[in-house]
């Protein structure tokens, strides 16, 4: 076999783990359901009231002459 066939046999088994193993998690339970618990662990983190300032992105002028690639992102 080539590296390439190697490759994709290796992938394609791990493939089928992971998506044996999800089907045995979600095995039995209602969407709605996983959706709940889904939010329930995301909820459980601090509450963030702002943005942190690093983490923001400068609003564009669409007038500026330096930033005309903002335009055609609206």
């Known amino acids: 076999m080539n590296q390439f066939a190697i490759n994709a046999f290796t992938r394609e088994i791990s493939e089928l783990e992971s998506a044996a193993f999800f089907q ?3 095995e039995g339970r209602k969407p709605k359901e996983i959706m709940e618990d889904f939010d329930a662990v ?3 983190g601090p509450k963030r009231n702002k943005q942190p300032a690093w983490d923001q992105i400068d609003s564009c002028n669409k007038a500026d002459k330096y930033h005309t690639w903002c335009g055609s992102l609206f």
């Open 24 to 26: 045995a998690q979600y």
């Open 42 to 44: 995301m909820n459980k």
